[in-house]
């Protein structure tokens, strides 16, 4: 299996045949942690570190869980208590990592292009777990095998993205990964949220639920990001779920078969009404948190391979 890439920083330079490989060997680490005894030694002897400038306990215990079940030694770097705070910055932090010779970067950032960075200074493969509104790469990996596994395919699907587009790296990945596997994508959200600019990434754009939602395959939610709105974008959290939040009545607009997403964490009630996301038959919620740390091991196993391969 070849993935011609040292790190693993977006979406946009995989090909379709990557996207798959990725895909692919992340199905055998689903049936590997769905065994008794979930471990393999494919890192074994290999150091891991999580660095996170931004906290998020969903996507580091995903991929620390993904690091310890291939065998690699973790460490997770506190860096909201590191010497960033003392003013230390991006390509310090890389001359220090060098010093430790780690074989895998696993890097979150509030800024856009920080994880780019510090790819560029370090001697190992870098992993962007989030970077600013620019991508979540991983995300929209485990967002595809979901997608994949509920509905039997990834290409030529009516997919509709609802919600905070503005500021979400996570739709910024589907958008290019789903783009690039033949999907019809539809973002659905008011005009401050959902800016005309996307439709450059060939995205229909509707402000209107009960339109952008007929005969969808497949009804992603995101979450609101209060943290990086700077202003109105929204009148009231009551008035977004009337007009934007899903519930019944507009998921009644999809198919009969649509699959429900969220990349949590989820705000009940603003986002998606409770109800529909703990449905069993409807909600896929908890199959991507499960296949989130699948993709993780799968990009891993990749990235540390190519590295052995150019020792």
């Known amino acids: ?47 891991q570190i999580n660095m996170f400038f931004e906290n998020s306990t969903r996507t580091q215990a995903s991929f620390e869980l993904a690091g310890k079940r291939l065998g690699a030694d973790v460490m997770n770097m506190a860096m909201q208590a590191s010497s960033i705070k003392k003013g230390e910055t991006l390509i310090d932090t890389a001359m220090t990592l060098n010093a430790m010779h780690p074989d895998l970067l696993v890097v979150r950032h509030p800024h856009s ?32 095998l979901t997608i994949r596994r509920a509905k039997g395919r990834l290409h030529r699907l009516n997919i509709a993205i609802c919600g ?42 509707y402000d209107d639920m009960n339109e952008g939602l007929k005969d969808v395959d497949v009804v992603m939610m995101l979450r609101l990001q209060k943290e990086r ?29 649509a699959i429900i997403m969220h990349p ?23 199959e991507q948190v499960e296949m989130g740390v699948a993709i993780r091991m799968a990009a891993m196993d990749l990235l540390a391979r190519n590295a052995r391969d150019a020792a």
């Open 164 to 205: 905070d587009v503005a500021h979400s790296r996570v739709a910024r990945s589907n958008l290019i990964l789903l783009g690039k596997m033949e999907n019809r994508i539809r973002l659905i959200g008011p005009p401050t949220l959902v800016p005309s600019q996307f439709s450059e990434f060939g995205a229909e754009i």
């Open 264 to 286: 949590g964490p989820m705000n009940r009630g603003v986002e998606i009404d409770g109800t529909l996301a703990d449905d069993i038959n409807r909600s896929v919620i908890q």
């Open 113 to 144: 292009g920080a994880v780019d960075l510090l790819a560029q200074k370090v001697n190992c493969a870098v992993l962007n777990a989030g970077d600013g509104r620019h991508e979540h790469p991983t995300q929209a990996l485990l967002d595809a």
């Open 1 to 47: 299996m070849r993935f011609a890439h040292r790190h693993l920083l977006g979406i946009e330079h995989l090909s379709q045949s990557d996207i798959t490989a990725i895909l692919d060997l992340a199905e055998t680490y689903v049936d590997l942690n769905r065994q008794s005894t979930k471990h393999s030694d494919v890192l074994s002897g290999l150091t």
């Open 229 to 257: 709105m700077d202003g109105g974008f929204i009148p009231s959290e009551r008035e977004y779920y009337h007009r934007y939040g899903l519930d019944g009545a507009k998921l009644a607009l999809a198919k009969s078969d």
